[in-house]
């Protein structure tokens, strides 16, 4: 784990102030967040840090942000219950709490001079831009980018904006896909398991990056398979439900890993035959 930002011990608790937050879509909310009296929170692509608010819970939520973006961070939230419900209503000015950031993300070092396919279903793109966005800031240290991106529809997809600019870069292959035909939609409608036989790939120089609902990722590795690319060059995204993020409490384990620390970010091998990954 990189060494946190934060203060030394796990446990406590940093004030975090938002910056500006913004409604994306019906359950989704943006938050920029600015830690109190830190210049950055110093995370890879793929941890999350722990979000509280007081008197209310505490939940993990992927960094949204690259870490080349220093002088704050950002998450989205999806309104699924009582703490992210909470944190729904604040407004820019308030405090939360923050610890992290937590788990092994994306091995950058090792992702650097290969090609990579990201793939990204629903919520999935929210830790995976953070990892396109840090490949985009140092794009001559890696080779071929594809990513395919799957919605339900066109108003379930999330950073609009940005994907518009991915899709016109010259040095990104950009597709994406909605699961249902929509009458103003001119792009492709069929899951996202469709793009990939059209994707050009070597696969030994080749690393693909999963991230979205367990339904998805499991179809997704069987045409990646297909396309032969090692197993070990297949990185998947597991989220667990975590208590204490720090691997203390066991809430989060599969098999012999707790997914909050040698997580959630795991190659497709290590994980393959554990039932509590499926
Ligand atoms: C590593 C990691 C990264 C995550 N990143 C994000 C993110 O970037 N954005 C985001 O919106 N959410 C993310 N989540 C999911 C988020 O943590 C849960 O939605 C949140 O904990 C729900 O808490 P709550 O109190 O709002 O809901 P609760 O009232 O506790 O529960 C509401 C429902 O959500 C379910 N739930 C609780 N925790 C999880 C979980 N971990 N996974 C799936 N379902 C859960 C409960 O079973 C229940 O059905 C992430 C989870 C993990 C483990
Ligand atoms: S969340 Fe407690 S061990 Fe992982």
Redesign the pocket.
């Known amino acids: 784990m990189k060494e946190s930002a934060l203060r030394e011990s796990p446990y406590i608790v940093q004030q975090a102030n938002i910056v500006h937050t913004w409604k994306m879509t019906p359950l989704?909310r943006f938050f920029e967040i600015s830690l109190s009296g830190m210049e950055s929170l110093n995370h890879d692509p793929g941890q999350?840090v722990m979000v509280s608010v007081p008197g209310?819970?505490e939940?993990?939520?992927?960094v949204?942000s690259s870490p080349t973006k220093r002088s704050s961070f950002e998450?989205?939230?999806?309104?699924?219950?009582?703490?992210?419900?909470?944190i729904h209503d604040m407004e820019a000015g308030e405090t939360i709490g923050i610890r992290g950031p937590f788990?092994t993300g994306f091995p950058t070092q090792v992702l650097e001079g290969n090609a990579l396919l990201f793939v990204a279903g629903g919520?999935g793109i929210?830790?995976l831009r953070s990892l396109i966005n840090f490949v985009m800031d140092n794009r001559r240290d890696f080779g071929k980018v594809d990513i395919l991106l799957g919605s339900r529809s066109p108003k379930d997809m999330l950073f609009g904006n940005e994907v518009e600019i991915w899709n016109k870069r010259f040095d990104v292959n950009f597709v994406c896909t909605i699961d249902r035909s929509d009458p103003d939609w001119k792009g492709n409608v069929g899951l996202i398991t469709s793009l990939i036989p059209g994707v050009t790939i070597h696969p030994e120089r080749t690393f693909a990056v999963v991230v979205g609902p367990p339904i998805m990722y499991r179809f997704v590795i069987v045409e990646l398979l297909k396309k032969r690319i090692p197993e070990n060059q297949i990185l998947v995204?597991?989220?667990?439900?975590?208590k204490c993020g720090v691997g203390k409490c066991g809430h989060?384990q599969i098999g012999e890993y707790y997914?909050?620390q040698q997580?959630?970010v795991f190659p497709y091998h290590k994980i393959k035959n554990r039932h509590e990954a499926k």
């Open positions: 989704e999350f209310v819970g939940v993990p939520i992927s949204a998450l989205v939230i999806r309104n699924a219950g009582k703490v992210t419900g909470a788990g919520l929210v830790p995204s597991l989220e667990r439900h975590m989060c997914c909050c997580g959630p």
